[in-house]
């Protein structure tokens, strides 16, 4: 796991977050907009996978 400069762990949907790749909910007890194609949405697994794979690389371990 990722820390930041104050050596406090930085999880994995943070980063995707903070990347702009997933949203967080503002409120969550709200409905979201209506989806018409949800084959275009990622799966946050597959986007966790992703995640922890490049995360893998740049610390040179191999997934």
Avoid: F, Q, Y
């Amino acid at each position: 796991m990722r820390r930041t400069s104050t050596n406090e762990p930085v999880s994995a949907l943070d980063r995707l977050v903070a990347t702009g790749r997933i949203h967080r909910a503002i409120d969550p007890g709200v409905l979201p907009e209506p989806i018409d194609n949800r084959t275009e949405l990622p799966s946050l697994t597959e986007l966790l996978i992703a995640e922890r794979d490049e995360e893998r690389l740049r610390s040179g371990r191999t997934p």
